[in-house]
């Protein structure tokens, strides 16, 4: 520190106070944004991910594994779930209480897509497996949405299952009377509906709370799930499940890419990635 700036601090030590409030207070936020459990992660391009914590939401470039912040609309804001319109690169976050947001320029800025929803408490989100401009969400107390036309309107389809958490997938697995399946995760297990929304059932004897799903986008009857910090898969859309990866740290989203790739978000923020089917991981950022 140099003489002049010690000299006015030492006669204004109002200021002194402040500054070591701001440092402590950005420090204290840095390290509460690192415990943060990963919200979200969703592929924007073939080397590009969309990554949401509650509080922040970054780009990662996986292919030199660099990151850039992406300019959330309110700093207060809580983030519940992201995707990304593959076709046009929209992101959509879900958030606590400010309902459904777009973005078509990286958050420089954002739109409101509320219309039809019942609420702006906003507990989950997903996209169609071929659709761009179809997304899920789901409202606590009313079920499930859905848009067709990128977030201008929404329109409730269903109650959902019992208990269902706030993870909800869709697959483009066959022998659907529309154009998929449906997936939730509950604190037993995980349901499962074709997407007209015409029966929910029990997908297999997974028991107890599923804290992620994913599924594989070039085999869609593989469904990933987490219960704690075990990774099951099952390959014939959730008939049977089996146990492929035990982690250190509870899992709290999936990602699958078109490669095959894993991605998984863990509750204490970090994240890593497999390419050979969960057998080994490597970690993706310093969280």
């Known amino acids: 520190m140099s003489a002049l700036i010690f000299n006015l601090l030492r006669k204004n030590t109002h200021y002194l106070v402040f500054i070591l409030f701001a440092s402590t207070s950005m420090a204290t936020t840095a390290e509460t ?51 990304v319109n593959k076709s046009n690169g929209v992101i959509f976050i879900a958030t606590q209480h400010q309902g459904i947001l777009s ?16 609420s702006s408490t906003i507990t989950a989100l997903t996209q169609h497996a071929q ?17 067709e036309d990128a977030g201008k309107n929404w329109l409730l389809m269903d109650a959902g299952p019992i208990d269902m958490s706030s993870t909800i997938i869709h697959s483009d697995m066959p022998d659907s009377m529309q154009t998929g399946w449906i997936f939730t995760a509950s604190n037993n297990g995980v349901s499962r509906s ?7 059932s029990q997908a297999g ?18 469904i990933y799930a987490a219960s704690g910090n075990n990774l099951y898969l099952t390959k014939d859309g959730g008939q049977n499940w089996a146990v492929i990866s035990e982690l250190k740290s509870t899992i709290s989203t999936l990602h699958i890419t078109t490669s095959g790739v894993i991605y998984a978000g863990t509750q204490d923020g970090h994240i890593i990635k497999s390419v050979d089917n969960a057998q080994s991981w490597e970690s993706i950022n310093g969280r």
Request: hydrophobic fraction near 40%; include cysteine.
């Open 194 to 200: 074709m997407d007209c929304f015409c029966l929910w």
């Open 33 to 83: 944004l690192s415990k943060q459990g990963v919200v979200a992660i969703t592929s924007s391009s073939n080397n590009t991910l969309i990554v949401a914590y509650p509080l922040a939401l970054y780009q990662l470039n996986t292919s030199n594994n660099s990151w850039l912040p992406i300019t959330l609309p309110d700093p207060a804001i809580v983030l519940t779930g992201a995707a």
């Open 103 to 118: 973005s078509q320029d990286k958050g420089k800025n954002w739109i409101s897509r509320n219309n039809g929803l019942a």
């Open 131 to 147: 659709q761009a401009d179809t997304l899920y969400s789901v409202v606590p107390e009313q079920g499930v949405y859905r848009t």
């Open 205 to 222: 004897e997974l028991a107890g709370e599923i804290t992620a799903l994913s599924y594989a986008p070039q085999q869609p009857k593989h």
